[in-house]
């Protein structure tokens, strides 16, 4: 079975705070991709970065930063200094050829 | 240009009504999805498109009817439907969907209240 769990359901910082997301998979599959998507009050998703199971390399971007770790199956999310721009719903996906995803964890950031 | 843009931006509609929504990319993408998302809730996955063709039905009932006219552009035909089809409705696009691992561009959705 494939699945992917947010186990945090909201999360409330105070700006500038550093906040980790965090998401944990299951998959039988040796080749799959994770993905994180962010959802503002608005309602897109905008797609945030993807990662293959073949590179565990952590990825930073600007204030964001990933750590994918086969060996616990988890793909976690850190904001450094957030802002009150970060809030959204941010989902963890898992990919085979459709996405599986996670509840979602709804991250607020108070000025 | 990484752009999916959606219309309408909301509708309102009785049970008796028909409406469409609309989709379209133009980041040459050959896979196209229609996902419905209530609140607080992942997306689900309704329909796939892959090279205008339709490849994947989650069961969505028959009110229901998606349309690719061409490869860039997603239509969603609606016809009788029921309150409880009041929700979020995201077009995506990607490269491709018969290969895995693709990431999905999303729209920004049209808001539907069925009265």
């Known amino acids: 079975a494939q699945k992917v769990t947010q186990a945090q359901t909201e999360i409330s910082v105070v700006e500038k705070e550093d906040v980790t997301l965090d998401c944990v998979y299951e998959t039988r599959d040796t080749t799959y991709y994770l993905f994180w998507y962010k959802q503002p009050p608005s309602g897109e998703l905008v797609f945030l970065i993807r990662r293959n199971s073949f590179d565990e390399q952590n990825e930073i971007s600007g204030r964001y930063s990933w750590n994918f770790q086969k060996s616990t199956s988890s793909f976690n999310f850190t904001i450094t200094a957030s802002q009150v721009v970060d809030s959204a719903v941010y989902f963890c996906a898992l990919s085979n050829y459709q996405l599986i995803w996670g509840a979602g964890t709804k991250l607020i950031i108070k000025p | 240009d990484t752009e999916v843009t959606q219309t309408p931006k909301h509708l309102v509609m009785g049970m008796t009504n028909k409406k469409s929504l609309k989709c379209e990319q133009h980041?040459?993408?050959?896979?196209m999805y229609w996902y419905k998302q209530k609140a607080k809730k992942p997306p689900e996955l309704m329909f796939v498109?892959?090279?205008?063709?339709?490849?994947i039905n989650e069961s969505v009932p028959s009110r229901f009817s998606p349309e690719c006219p061409n490869s860039s552009l997603l239509n969603l035909h609606l016809h009788a439907l029921q309150p409880e089809d009041s929700a979020l409705y995201l077009c995506?696009?990607?490269?491709?969907?018969?290969?895995?691992?693709?990431?999905?561009?999303f729209g920004p959705g049209t808001r539907l209240t069925v009265t």
């Open positions: 498109y892959s090279y205008e063709k339709l490849s």
């Open positions: 995506a696009s990607s490269q491709s969907s018969r290969d895995n691992g693709y990431e999905q561009y």
């Open positions: 980041m040459g993408h050959r896979a």
